[in-house]
């Protein structure tokens, strides 16, 4: 798996270029649990190059979901595939974590979090994701 790292306003956006695999759903935790540790509290997983998401990334998420509210921040996914945007969905993850159509619509005040009106419903988000 690789992660390219680099930041959008107020976000740490992490973008996975590989399939994830169960070895290194650890490695996802402990590179945001690192972020965390430092002071970040807005985190964006990007999934674009990926294909798939196992369930083990999806508990992986949902852990790192847990321990940035618990900091008061954010965890959000960035410009999913169509596909897997569906099983996010159909799993109802969508419900707990943000997900947003592409880093554009990223709030760039933490104030604008609760009221960010570019966030994307699933249904929404389907449509302005390209194949």
Same mark, same amino acid.
């Given at each position: 798996? +690789? #992660? *390219?790292?680099?930041?959008?306003?107020? /976000? +740490?956006? &992490?973008?996975? !270029?590989?399939?994830?695999?169960? $070895?290194?759903? %650890? *490695? &996802? +935790?402990?590179?945001? !649990?690192?972020?965390?540790?430092?002071?970040?509290?807005? #985190?964006?997983?990007?999934?674009?190059?990926?294909?798939?998401?196992y369930s083990?990334?999806?508990?992986?998420?949902? $852990?790192?979901?847990?321990?940035?509210?618990?900091?008061?921040? %954010? =965890?959000? #996914?960035? *410009? @999913?595939?169509?596909?897997?945007?569906?099983?996010?969905?159909?799993?109802?993850?969508?419900? &707990?974590?943000?997900? /947003?159509? !592409? %880093?554009?619509? =990223? @709030?760039?005040?933490? +104030?604008?979090?609760?009221?960010? #009106?570019?966030?994307?419903?699933?249904?929404? =988000?389907?449509?302005?994701?390209?194949?």
């Amino acid at each position: 798996m +690789r #992660i *390219e790292v680099y930041t959008h306003g107020i /976000y +740490r956006i &992490l973008k996975i !270029s590989d399939k994830l695999v169960i $070895s290194q759903l %650890e *490695e &996802l +935790r402990i590179l945001i !649990s690192g972020y965390v540790a430092q002071g970040e509290t807005h #985190i964006a997983v990007n999934f674009t190059d990926a294909s798939y998401l196992y369930s083990g990334a999806i508990a992986a998420l949902v $852990s790192c979901y847990k321990l940035l509210s618990d900091k008061n921040g %954010e =965890l959000c #996914i960035l *410009e @999913p595939k169509p596909e897997m945007l569906e099983l996010l969905n159909q799993i109802g993850i969508d419900s &707990l974590i943000k997900i /947003y159509a !592409s %880093e554009n619509n =990223l @709030p760039f005040d933490p +104030r604008q979090i609760e009221d960010q #009106i570019s966030y994307v419903g699933s249904k929404a =988000l389907a449509d302005q994701v390209p194949s």
